[in-house]
Each structure stands twice: as structure tokens, then as C-alpha cells.
């Protein structure tokens, strides 16, 4: 099993900044992409980010191109979303989520981190 918990959500200013991080533990040797959705109430999970393990270049979406960055920390197995400029529409809950080499699925994810934006 992997297990994924999400950090670094908060209040910020439109404009502002915030960095998500998220730590993976367990059979983490399985993982081979980590992706970053968002989700407001009531409505369908939205793709931010996605990146493999293995190297090559993250895919966005086009609402956060030139503004989202994802990263990675192999060592401490953690990923992280920087985002920068944000919006009040970027305001929504975060999840990080992880999938293997055998599927385009994501099977592990993480328990959200709520991020709102102000104007």
C-alpha cells in the first residue's frame, strides 16, 4: 500500500503564492507518476499536473500554465506544487495522487489540502 499526505495549503492573496507538498510512504518503489488534481464541492475532480518519476518534462493544464510548478524531492519521496499568481479561481481542494506503470490510473491519494485564494 502507499500512502499520500498532503501540506502547505492555506489563505493567500490573489497574486500570491503558495507551495504543496506531498509525502509519499509505504510501497513507494511501485510508484512510477505523481499528478496533482483539484476539486471544488460538487463538482468533478480537475487535472493540474502530472510528472513521472523517471524524469521528463510535467504536463499542466491549461488554466495553470507559467504559473504551477511541480518538483520532486527523491530522497525524502515527496512532490511538491509550487504556485504562483494565483487566482480566486485556483481556490479549491488539492489533491496529490499516484499511479503505477501498468496503469494511466490513480489508485493512491492523498487526503486534500483546502487552498483559497482571496481578492
Known amino acids: 500500500q502507499v500512502q499520500l499526505v498532503e501540506s502547505g495549503g492555506g489563505l493567500v492573496q490573489a497574486g500570491g503564492s503558495l507551495r504543496l507538498s506531498c509525502a509519499a510512504s509505504?510501497?513507494?518503489?511501485?510508484?512510477?507518476?505523481m499528478a496533482w488534481f483539484r476539486q471544488a464541492p460538487g463538482k468533478e475532480r480537475e487535472f493540474v499536473a502530472a510528472?513521472?518519476?523517471?524524469?521528463?518534462?510535467?504536463f499542466y493544464a491549461d488554466s495553470v500554465k507559467g504559473r504551477f510548478t511541480c518538483s520532486r524531492d527523491n530522497a525524502k519521496n515527496t512532490v511538491y506544487l509550487q504556485m504562483n499568481s494565483l487566482k480566486p479561481e485556483d481556490t479549491d481542494v488539492y489533491y496529490c495522487?499516484?499511479?503505477?506503470?501498468?496503469?494511466?490510473?490513480?489508485?493512491?491519494w492523498g487526503q486534500g489540502t483546502k487552498v483559497t485564494v482571496s481578492s
Open positions: 510528472a513521472a518519476w523517471s524524469g521528463g518534462s510535467p
Open positions: 495522487a499516484a499511479g503505477l506503470s501498468t496503469s494511466k490510473e490513480y489508485p493512491y
Open positions: 509505504g510501497r513507494t518503489y511501485s510508484l512510477y507518476r
